[in-house]
């Protein structure tokens, strides 16, 4: 589904632990889908966004980040096992998360 907005930042980089540390609390995160018992393929999506004061942050599958003011989203969508298209439909599901997420932080910080 498209390219990203220009306010969504990919965050998923290696991540210095020892940094955090100093930082106080830390979440830490991991998304894993599984396709079952039935399918091959897996249909599932995974999603995981940080929201900052000024943008929308993807982030990997993986990571650790420190608390402070952030907030986090993560978010799964089942593949609709089975049914024609159920990755399509999974993967619509977490962009379309993230794009109102984009909007909702360009009005929020616009004051509208």
């Known amino acids: ?7 969504l930042r990919n965050a998923a980089q290696p991540v210095n632990v020892s940094h955090f540390e100093s ?3 830390h ?3 991991s998304g894993k889908t599984d396709p079952g018992r039935v399918r091959k393929n897996n249909e599932d999506a995974f999603v995981a966004l940080r929201l900052t004061d000024l943008e929308v942050q993807l982030l990997g599958k993986t990571g650790e980040s420190p608390l402070r003011s952030n907030q986090f989203v993560f978010a799964v969508s089942d593949g609709m ?3 024609m298209a159920g990755e399509y439909a999974s993967r ?11 909007r909702w932080r360009q009005i929020s910080a616009s004051g509208d």
Do not use: F, N, R
Request: proline share 11%; charged share 15%.
């Open 92 to 102: 619509i599901a977490v962009d379309k998360i993230t794009l109102l997420l984009q």
């Open 27 to 29: 979440l830490k995160w």
């Open 81 to 83: 096992g089975g049914a």
């Open 23 to 25: 930082e106080g609390p």
């Open 1 to 7: 589904m498209g390219h990203p907005s220009p306010s």
